[in-house]
Every structure is written in structure tokens, then in C-alpha cells.
């Protein structure tokens, strides 16, 4: 069993900064790719930002220079460090890990539970 356990959300003021921690804990052999999800009432679930076992990251145009992913290996652990945070920036972040299990010969996608961030006044 993988599991992902998110922490770090809450309500900031417009231009303020939050940090998002995800670890990613269980039978696991190999993480490929990390990242973070959104979910705004009403709207699809998007990229907010991804990144390799390599480090190699991706980020969605709304969020390039604000927010920062990163990743520590040995803890299995993804980082989303928000910074200049905007209203818009309001929704429900998940955290993803594209992982190999040690049972499994080939990698699957899981998801943590989600965690609220509010920018708001």
C-alpha cells in the first residue's frame, strides 16, 4: 500500500506565501515523477507544477517565477514553496507521485487527499 500525506495548506492574505509538503510513504520501489494538482470550485483539475527524479521541473504558465517545486529523494517528500499568492490561487492542491510499487513491475499514479488553500482579505 502507497500512501501520500499532504500538509501545509491554509488561508493567506493576497501577495503572502505558503508551503506544501507531500510524503509519499509505503511499499514503494522507485518515484518517478512528483507534482501538484489544483481544483477550483467549478473548474478542472490542473497541473500546477511537476518534477522528475532528475529534478527536471514543469510549470504552468500561471505560476512560473511565484511558485517553486522541489524534492528531497531520500524522504520521498515533494515541496510547492508559494510565494506572491493571488486569489485565483484559491483551490483544493493535490499531490501525485507516478511510482513503481515493489509488488508491481510497471508505475501508477497516486494521489493524496488534498489540502485547501484560501487567499483571500
Known amino acids: 500500500q502507497v500512501q501520500l500525506v499532504e500538509s501545509g495548506g491554509g488561508l493567506v492574505q493576497p501577495g503572502g506565501s505558503l508551503r506544501l509538503s507531500c510524503a509519499a510513504s509505503?511499499?514503494?520501489?522507485?518515484?518517478?515523477?512528483m507534482g501538484w494538482y489544483r481544483q477550483a470550485p467549478g473548474k478542472q483539475r490542473e497541473l500546477v507544477a511537476a518534477?522528475?527524479?532528475?529534478?527536471?521541473?514543469n510549470y504552468a504558465d500561471s505560476v512560473k517565477g511565484r511558485f517553486t517545486i522541489s524534492r528531497d529523494n531520500a524522504k520521498n517528500t515533494v515541496y510547492l514553496q508559494m510565494n506572491s499568492l493571488k486569489p485565483e490561487d484559491t483551490a483544493v492542491y493535490y499531490c501525485?507521485?507516478?511510482?513503481?510499487?515493489?509488488?508491481?513491475?510497471?508505475?501508477?499514479?497516486?494521489w493524496g487527499q488534498g489540502t485547501q488553500v484560501t487567499v483571500s482579505s
Open positions: 501525485n507521485a507516478n511510482l513503481r510499487r515493489i509488488t508491481n513491475t510497471r508505475p501508477d499514479d497516486y
Open positions: 509505503g511499499s514503494i520501489f522507485v518515484i518517478y515523477s
Open positions: 518534477i522528475t527524479g532528475s529534478g527536471n521541473t
